[in-house]
């Protein structure tokens, strides 16, 4: 039986037998490597759910049904997908405007967004991020973790807000003193097991242990702290949230938001994935169809938007993963904790989570990375930091698209003074160099535009090319114009109205094929003397010139 033509064109979004393949041979090291990430998502998954306002029970969720629904259908062998520092930043404002009940909504409209993108095969546009705005929304995401952190940390109600910072600041004038050391306590003891442990063997599961240290030492002292509360102790149940249309249209905006954060982060760590692995390379689009249905997978069964995690993702490359086996299995690893183990989860410090998640946002900067940006140009660092700065005062997306603006404005700015515009010697070009020809070339003029002539260059090239107004004849060059856009074209169109005005005739020399196009739609060529005033040889247009300047001057 044929398949459709659709299915047809589909056919490399969908899950197939290859994706396993090496199984037979990788699946002791991919069932390890799955217990590893498993062991490291597990506070991880409880932390973000905490600091989203969703609750813990919504991050263990998202890290079971997220990371096994991404890792058949996504686009990675070695991908590992769940909640994510990046996501929380985006969901606390949501959740404080909406309500948390919101999020199971918002994970399906923002799962069926990212499918749409993979299916148009939008997968490689992230390709075309510029690196300042990727380490500067990192740095942001990385503050506004940290920021999101100090309610838990001072074990105080969290102040009512959707500016992080502002949040931050207010939890500091009412934190109780003798309740907030407890916790600050608590959070400098899980910072510093988690520093020595990963100084002494960073393969161990830092996060893990320091947790469980700190629930002991809060069970034995009984220290008088916020815990994580009941989890659920079985599987999570389906459930269709409210899918109306006033709620459709209530959210979208955010869905989308959260959509395109799903979107690169899921992207940028697959090729982070791509990089450190030598299996066979992620599949973008695929991999956006393989998180749009993780996410709205999430959303039926009570969990929070997801994206593919990079940190988790290295652990797995880091251990062996070579197959879909290990990410499969680290959300089994997170099932069997939440039904073995719920009730001693359910005892985990709150202080302890933000312990970690300190430790998670310093560890997200890179050090060296930020200083080679920063004594790069000023450009690059500009866009670096306003992209940082925008994160952490505005928003996660609309600082991308700040970064993003600001540096093409500034690639802009650069591929303009780039251009030029240069005198060339008729002398040296011509055939003779007799009397008359000297008289003749006194009238000739030589221009060669290097460069792109576009919008953000043409009125430079118009000021410089009608200067000179005595000649007779202009030969304008074009053969090392390598950018050329319909402002450009037109432009040309004005230099050579304004010559032909001032009694200058305009010859061409060296139109490019791949520009004739674009000059014949604007009607360049009708503006010459003649359409045959188009040369490929300098020497064919100099003995054109010299011809108009003797029926001139006879």
């Known amino acids: 039986m044929k398949s ?19 199984a037979s041979t990788s699946w002791k090291p991919d069932l390890m490597a799955g217990l590893t990430v498993g062991i490291v998502a597990l506070p991880l998954a409880l932390a973000f759910g905490v600091t989203s306002g969703v609750g813990a029970s919504a991050g263990i969720v998202t890290a079971i049904v997220a990371g096994i629904v991404a890792a058949v259908f996504g686009g990675s062998h070695v991908q590992v997908s769940g909640p994510t520092g990046a996501m929380t930043v985006v969901l606390v404002p949501i959740v404080e405007r909406y309500g948390p009940g919101a999020v199971y909504s918002l994970a399906i409209l923002a799962g069926v967004v990212v499918i749409a993108m993979g299916v148009a095969r939008l997968g490689r546009a992230v390709m075309y991020l510029p690196w300042p705005v990727i380490e500067g929304f990192t740095v942001g995401i990385a503050t506004v973790i940290a920021l999101q952190q100090v309610p838990l940390a001072l074990d105080v109600i969290k102040p009512a807000g959707e500016n992080t910072a502002i949040v931050a600041f207010e939890s500091f004038q009412i934190f109780d003193s003798q309740q907030s050391v407890i916790a600050l306590g608590l959070v400098a003891f899980v910072i510093a097991v988690m520093l020595i442990i990963m100084k002494i063997r960073h393969t161990l599961p830092s996060s893990i242990i320091a947790v469980i240290a700190a629930t002991v030492l809060a069970e034995v002292m009984q220290l008088e702290t916020s815990r994580i509360g009941e989890l659920p102790a079985a599987l999570p149940q389906f459930a269709v949230p409210v899918l109306d249309i006033a709620s459709i249209k209530m959210l979208l905006s955010s869905a989308i938001a959260v959509a395109a954060l799903a979107a690169i982060e899921s992207l940028l760590s697959a090729r982070v994935a791509d990089g450190m692995s030598d299996e066979s390379k ?28 990079i940190a988790r993702t290295a652990v797995n490359v880091r251990s062996g993963a070579r197959t879909r086996i290990s990410s499969i299995f680290h959300s089994l690893v997170l099932v069997l904790a939440i039904v073995a183990g719920s009730g001693l989860l359910s005892k985990i410090p709150l202080a302890a989570l933000a312990g970690v998640l300190f430790v998670t946002a310093y560890r997200m900067v890179e050090r060296r990375t930020v200083f080679a940006l920063l004594r790069s140009s ?92 005595h000649l007779k004849v202009m030969i304008l060059r074009l053969d090392r114009v390598n950018l050329l856009d319909a402002t450009g074209a037109q432009t040309l169109n004005e230099v050579i109205e304004d010559l032909q005005s ?24 009708a503006l010459l003397r003649n359409e045959s005033d188009s040369f490929e040889f300098l020497p064919d247009a100099i003995n054109e010139a010299r011809k108009i300047v003797r029926e001139q001057l006879s």
């Open 4 to 22: 459709s033509p659709f299915l047809a064109t589909m056919r490399d979004l969908l899950p197939a037998r290859s994706d396993y393949t090496a």
């Open 282 to 309: 992620s599949n973008p689009d695929r991999e956006l169809v393989g998180q749009g249905l993780a996410n709205v997978a999430s959303g039926f069964f009570g969990g929070m938007p997801a994206t593919g995690a």
């Open 378 to 469: 000023r450009s690059d660092a500009g866009v670096f930091l306003v992209t940082a700065l925008a994160t952490v005062a505005l928003d996660l997306i609309v600082a991308v698209e700040i970064g993003i603006a600001l540096a093409a404005g500034l690639a802009l700015r650069t591929l303009a003074s780039s251009s030029s515009v240069h005198t060339e010697s008729v002398r040296s070009d011509a055939i003779d160099n007799g009397t008359e020809a000297e008289l003749l070339h006194q009238h000739i003029g030589i221009y060669r535009l290097d460069g792109a002539l576009f919008f953000g260059a043409a009125q430079r090239f118009l000021d410089d090319l009608t200067e000179d107004l």
């Open 502 to 525: 001032h009694g200058v005739t305009v010859l061409l020399k060296g139109v490019q094929e791949r520009h004739r196009a674009t000059l014949s739609a604007v009607g360049t060529f």
